[in-house]
C-alpha cells in the first residue's frame, strides 16, 4: 500500500537550535515529493518541493530538504529554527500514475526560548 | 493567500442534518481537488475533478457526500445526514497551472465542521 511515514509526532527544539524532521514514503519508483506547515487554525502552506533534479531542495523561510533515494527519505531541515516556525509540518507525496496526494500523520514543533 | 478559497469557514450542524461546503479555485485553472483532515491527523484524499468531470473519488466518500463542479469553475461538496464522525476540517486544494504533470496543489483555508 502506498503510505508515508513521519516517525515523530513531536518535536521541541531551542530556537536558535537545527532541525530535521523525518518522512519516508512506499513505492518503488520516484513519486513527486512535498513539504506543507500548518498553523494552528491555519491552511496549509506549501514549503517546498521535488520533482526531479538536484536532490537538495530549497524552499520558503531557510527551510530545505534532500531526497535519498535508496532510503525513501525525503528529510526537511533547517539550520536555525525561530521561534515561528512553531507549527505542524506534512509530509506528501504524489504516486506515479495518481493525482491525489498522499500525507503522514504530520510532525508537531515546538520551539523554545 | 494561495487564491483559494473556502466558504463558510466554520459550519456547526446537529446530527442528521445535511451540509454544503463551497471552494472556489485559483481561476483558469482545470484541477480541482478535496481533502478531510481530522484532528491530530494529515489530510485524506476525498475526490478530484478535471473541468466538470468527477475524475477519482476516494473509499472515504461515502454515498452520503456528493460533489460537484458546474462549468469547471467552483465546486461544492455536499454531505447528506451528517454524523459526528463527518466532524472534520474539509479542505480543497488547486493546482498553480493548468494541465501539467508537475502541478503543485495550493489550499484554501478549510471549512470546519462540527456536527454535534
Known amino acids: 500500500a502506498q503510505s508515508v511515514t513521519q516517525p515523530d509526532i513531536h518535536i521541541t527544539v531551542s530556537e536558535g537550535a537545527s532541525l530535521e524532521l523525518r518522512c519516508n514514503y512506499s513505492y518503488g519508483a520516484t513519486p513527486y515529493l512535498f513539504w506543507y506547515v500548518q498553523s494552528p487554525g491555519q491552511g496549509l502552506q506549501l514549503l517546498l518541493k521535488?520533482?526531479?533534479?538536484?536532490?537538495l531542495v530549497q524552499g520558503i523561510k531557510g527551510f530545505e530538504a534532500e531526497f535519498k533515494r535508496s532510503q525513501s527519505s525525503f528529510n526537511l531541515r533547517k539550520p536555525s529554527v525561530h521561534w515561528s516556525d512553531a507549527a505542524e509540518y506534512f509530509c506528501?507525496?504524489?504516486?506515479?500514475?495518481?493525482?491525489?496526494?498522499?500525507f503522514g500523520s504530520g510532525t508537531r514543533l515546538q520551539v523554545q526560548p | 493567500d494561495t487564491g483559494v478559497s473556502q466558504n463558510p469557514r466554520h459550519k456547526i450542524t446537529k446530527r442528521g442534518q445535511n451540509v454544503t461546503f463551497r471552494c472556489d479555485p485559483i481561476s483558469e485553472h482545470n484541477r480541482l481537488y478535496w481533502y478531510r483532515q481530522t484532528l491530530g491527523q494529515g489530510p485524506e484524499f476525498l475526490t478530484y475533478f478535471q473541468n466538470e468531470a468527477q475524475l477519482e473519488k476516494s473509499r472515504l466518500l461515502s454515498d452520503r457526500f456528493s460533489a460537484e463542479r458546474p462549468k469547471g469553475s467552483f465546486s461544492t461538496l455536499e454531505i447528506q445526514r451528517t454524523e459526528q464522525g463527518d466532524s472534520a476540517m474539509y479542505l480543497c486544494a488547486s493546482p498553480s497551472r493548468g494541465a501539467s504533470s508537475t502541478d503543485t496543489q495550493y489550499f484554501g483555508p478549510g471549512t470546519r465542521l462540527t456536527v454535534l
Open positions: 521535488y520533482f526531479s533534479g538536484d536532490t
Open positions: 506528501a507525496v504524489e504516486y506515479p500514475g495518481r493525482r491525489a496526494l498522499t
